[in-house]
């Protein structure tokens, strides 16, 4: 609470200060807000929206890609602009980084209460930014009911209170896939035909078992012993496990696909000293480059640059076609688990408003049009038709004429982080109906008997704190399979035991039986 009362101060200050000046988005916003027009549904009243006074409210929309700001960064900024100037009174400033850096720059903007109006929760954890008070109550003054109705019409009711933290909305889900293809890999299919693999299958994703997995990367080595055969990245783990990792984090864990509300330590679970194990196989047979723990390239990047073959990655309708464009290759893509949704599916990665917005009114409003103006999501997803992307007479986008995804100045391809996927265009090598596919994938995944549960970190945020630097002090040598899990595990888990870790499991324990007391 008084981490949260200084970023508001923080924040005043800042904004008065600008407003005094005259001159930047946090002034001009701070003058714009709050002039009580009549809302309609989509939150685009001409009295509220600055264009019957000439103001214009400006915003900072906050979320990383896996490489950083693409090049045509301004350009898109600018053709978003040019939808909401006029219809909203607001014009947005797109401050993206790499997925790698953009925890710690959004921990130092909103600790220092520099202005951010909308956030991505990717790689920014949703659980760890309540706890320390960085973001708005979206019910507060009835925020999401008098700005947001679109958002909650197009996610439901259902899906907005599965990111409720201790009671409280403070982020908004993203439509996309909530369900996860579990224990998928992504293998590069000319590497695949080099060593007589049968292709000749026409599903999408490849069914095969963990075993078949070892013997397909094992005969990838001996033919292309030069190249690095498989890269595992912090969220490998979790992508190939039947773990259900509660409030986002491995500190006490469902096993066995969530079948049971009981809480366990991962860390003295066969099933993550199996997992570390295999790693450490790999690792010892030479599949692992040598610098994997401190290399922080994207595993897509390396594919795509002929040095890397493998890379663990979630399974979903589409699956083929986002992982081949995000690498520039043809990518297949095994799976050797079920399909999932874990009790943090759905609020894996909200949108939120920061308690530095200049004005969270306009921050609502602008999302609510991100969720169902389809011209404004289409922008941010693909680009600007007829440079970045065109549609094809079947309704599939594809890269414009002399543009591909190595020259495209928007090629993110992370349509999925996007707030509302689903009304975005379907990209070329889908089916026309992936949509409609991937909502009977959540429908069908198996599901998580905690699903909905969210876990606050308020009575063991000191805990967490400490088991979270003991775990990323050996993560990757444990995980990556640097060290012999025989020996690397017991020693991370015994300082984990010192850091607090029973006391999180026992917190969580509670919490999640006073939850399941109320369904």
Not at 55 to 77: H, M, N, R, S, Y
Not at 94 to 100: A, N, R, V
């Amino acid at each position: 609470m008084k981490k949260k009362m200084v970023a508001m101060l923080m924040a005043s200050v800042m904004a008065l200060s600008l407003c005094a000046c005259g001159g930047s988005g946090g002034g001009d916003a701070a003058q714009s807000g709050g002039d009580g027009g009549a809302e309609t549904a989509g939150g685009d009243s001409a009295a509220d929206n600055g264009g019957a006074s000439g103001e214009i409210t400006k915003l900072i929309v906050a979320f990383p890609t896996w490489t950083g700001a693409p090049a045509d960064t301004q350009k898109i900024q600018e053709a978003m602009n040019d939808i909401t100037r006029d219809k909203l009174g607001i014009e947005i400033e797109l401050q993206i980084s790499d997925y790698g850096s953009f925890n710690q720059s959004m921990t130092l903007a909103l600790s220092g209460g520099e202005q951010v109006d909308i956030v991505s929760t990717l790689g920014f954890t949703y659980a760890n930014a309540v706890q320390q008070g960085y973001l708005t109550d979206l019910e507060e003054n009835g925020l999401l009911s008098t700005y947001g109705s679109g958002i909650v019409d197009v996610m439901g009711q259902d899906n907005i209170d599965a990111c409720r933290v201790g009671g409280v909305l403070y982020g908004l889900p993203n439509n996309r896939d909530m369900a996860q293809g579990r224990g998928c890999a992504a293998v590069a299919t000319e590497y695949l035909e080099g060593i007589g693999y049968d292709l000749s299958g026409d599903s999408e994703i490849v069914r095969i078992s963990v075993d078949e997995l070892n013997d397909i990367y094992a005969q990838l080595h001996e033919k292309y012993p030069d190249k690095e055969v498989y890269r595992p990245s912090t969220s490998s783990m979790s992508q190939f496990s039947n773990v259900d990792s509660l409030g986002g984090s491995a500190f006490g864990v469902l096993l066995d696909n969530g079948k049971e509300l009981k809480v366990e330590n991962l860390f003295t679970s066969d099933f993550y000293k199996n997992y570390c194990g295999r790693i450490y196989d790999y690792n010892q047979k030479g599949y692992i480059s040598q610098d994997a723990a401190t290399d922080t390239t994207a595993a897509t990047e390396l594919v795509k640059a002929g040095t890397l073959m493998s890379y663990t990655t979630g399974g979903k309708p589409g699956s083929k076609a986002q992982e081949t464009n995000l690498c520039g290759r043809d990518m297949t893509i095994f799976q050797t688990m079920d399909n999932y949704v874990s009790s943090t599916s759905v609020a894996s990665f909200p949108w939120c408003i920061p308690i530095t917005a200049a004005n969270p009114e306009a921050s609502m409003k602008y999302l609510n049009e991100l969720y169902t103006n389809e011209e404004l999501a289409n922008v941010l997803a693909w680009g600007i038709e007829g440079e970045h992307y065109q549609v094809g007479e079947d309704g599939l986008a594809d890269f414009a004429d002399g543009v591909d995804a190595s020259t495209s100045g928007w090629n993110h391809s992370m349509g999925w982080l996007m707030p509302n996927q689903f009304i975005t265009h379907v990209w070329v090598g889908n089916s026309p109906t992936l949509w409609d596919e991937i909502q009977e994938f959540n429908e069908t995944a198996v599901v998580s008997a905690a699903s909905g549960f969210t876990f606050d970190t308020t009575n063991v945020a000191n805990e967490v704190t400490a088991v979270q630097n003991v775990y990323n002090e050996y993560q990757a040598s444990v995980e990556y399979g640097f060290v012999d899990p025989e020996t690397g595990i017991a020693e991370m888990n015994e300082k984990m035991m010192s850091a607090g870790l029973q006391k999180i499991i026992d917190e969580k324990q509670a919490q999640l039986d006073a939850w399941a007391a109320t369904k």
